[in-house]
Each structure stands twice: as structure tokens, then as C-alpha cells.
């Protein structure tokens, strides 16, 4: 298996651009999460879905923030528009409910808001 | 509600010296319990996890860690750190039961140091 994909993995911008980050998780497995780790604030929990359902959103900073899963094999974290203080480490994670809930992470997007 | 403590930011310790990370919980319910790490510029990496059964769980590269009921503690141990174990580890709890239920809740992790 391939694990969690994700892109970019790098991605600098400017401020008020939007920006999208995308997920491809494990295939069969039922929950997807979003996080955002930085130094000072370390690993949040932004949002995460049951079978393609937002199911807890309260992490999620700001209006700026939305998060989508049209289908079980693709999620997208879109910033619009982003701020200097988005930037950070953006980590997708995936997991399945026949196993005992342990989270597969992906290799992070690491976003830089100039 | 569930928590995870994990005293300190920081451990260092010598090449070959025992590796002891600290890690409480807190959970109204038996939980499941797991152990991440970090390397520099990568993602988490789960290195070893308790659900039922035996409480002294092995993980990779040498980790350990026992479930500690009375202790609500589940702390990871290696006898003898090398270097490549320099990494930031993430203690994390969920309920324990398998299924939709599945949001880890982590602490703020600790940072290792290993000192040639």
C-alpha cells in the first residue's frame, strides 16, 4: 500500500492567496483527519470525517479555513484567504475502523505564507 | 472526556543510556493507548500501541511501554538509545473500542536528545 498521499509537499504563497492542500488516505479506511503543527502551538486536530462525513470541525481556526471529502480516496483543506500566520506543517491522516483506531499520517504539506 | 500527559519538552540522554519518556492518561473509559514518533521533516510514525491483552507491549526499533492501570500511565522505555532515536515521540489515547469512535486525542510530545 502507498500510504497516506499527499500534495504538495512544499507550498509557498503569498498572503490573501487561497490555498489548497490535497489527501489521497489508505484505501479502505473509514476516517480522515487534518492537522496543523507548529512550534508553538504543536499538533492540532483541525477536522476530521467519518465515511466522507464532517463529523467534528471544531478545530478548525476560522471561516478561512474549509475542508471537503467528495469520495472515500480524496480530501481537500483549502485557506482562503491565507495569512502569514497559517504557515505551518499540514499532516493528513487516515484510519480504519477493523483495526484499533490507530492513525496512518502522511508525509505533511509544509506551508509558507509570505 | 479524555487527556494525555506528557511531563517535560525535552530528554536527553547519553548513547547507550536507558531511554525512559513519561506519558499519563486520563480516559472515563478503557482506553487504547499509543506511542508515535517523529523524525526531523517526516511524519508520525506509530511505534507501538496497547488495546487489550498483555500490558507490556514491544514496538519497533526496540520500544517499549506497559499499561499501567492504576498508574493511568503508559510510559516508553528502550535499555540503550542510539543516536537514530534522536526524534520527537507523541504519547496518544483513544476509546476502546474499535470503530467510528476513533479520534486520538495526543499530547504535546517530548523531544529526544541522544549525546554521542
Known amino acids: 500500500d502507498a500510504g497516506v498521499i499527499q500534495s504538495p509537499r512544499h507550498e509557498v504563497t503569498e498572503m490573501g492567496q487561497e490555498v489548497t492542500l490535497r489527501c489521497k488516505p489508505i484505501?479502505?479506511?473509514?476516517?480522515l483527519f487534518w492537522y496543523r503543527q507548529t512550534m508553538m502551538r504543536g499538533l492540532e486536530l483541525l477536522i476530521y470525517?467519518?465515511?466522507?462525513?464532517?463529523?467534528?470541525d471544531s478545530g478548525m481556526p476560522e471561516d478561512r479555513f474549509s475542508a471537503k471529502m467528495p469520495n472515500a480516496s480524496f480530501s481537500t483543506l483549502k485557506i482562503q484567504p491565507s495569512e502569514p500566520r497559517d504557515s505551518a506543517v499540514y499532516f493528513c491522516a487516515s484510519s480504519s475502523w477493523t483495526g484499533f483506531n490507530e492513525q496512518f499520517f502522511g508525509p505533511g504539506t509544509r506551508l509558507t505564507v509570505l | 472526556a479524555q487527556s494525555v500527559t506528557q511531563l517535560g519538552s525535552h530528554v536527553s540522554v547519553s548513547e547507550g543510556a536507558l531511554v525512559l519518556l513519561r506519558c499519563n492518561y486520563s480516559s472515563s473509559v478503557p482506553p487504547y493507548l499509543f506511542w508515535y514518533v517523529q523524525y526531523p521533516n517526516q511524519g508520525l510514525q506509530l511505534l507501538l500501541k496497547?488495546?487489550?491483552?498483555?500490558?507490556l507491549v514491544k514496538g519497533i526499533n526496540g520500544f517499549e511501554a506497559e499499561f499501567k492501570k492504576s498508574e493511568t500511565s503508559f510510559h516508553l522505555t528502550k535499555p540503550s538509545a542510539h543516536m537514530s532515536d534522536a526524534a520527537e515521540y507523541f504519547c496518544?489515547?483513544?476509546?476502546?473500542?474499535?470503530?467510528?469512535?476513533?479520534?486520538?486525542?495526543f499530547g504535546k510530545g517530548i523531544t529526544l536528545s541522544v549525546r554521542p
Open positions: 496497547y488495546t487489550t491483552g498483555a500490558t
Open positions: 484505501s479502505g479506511h473509514n476516517s
Open positions: 496518544a489515547v483513544t476509546l476502546g473500542t474499535p470503530g467510528a469512535n476513533s479520534k486520538l486525542t
Open positions: 470525517f467519518n465515511n466522507n462525513v464532517p463529523i467534528d
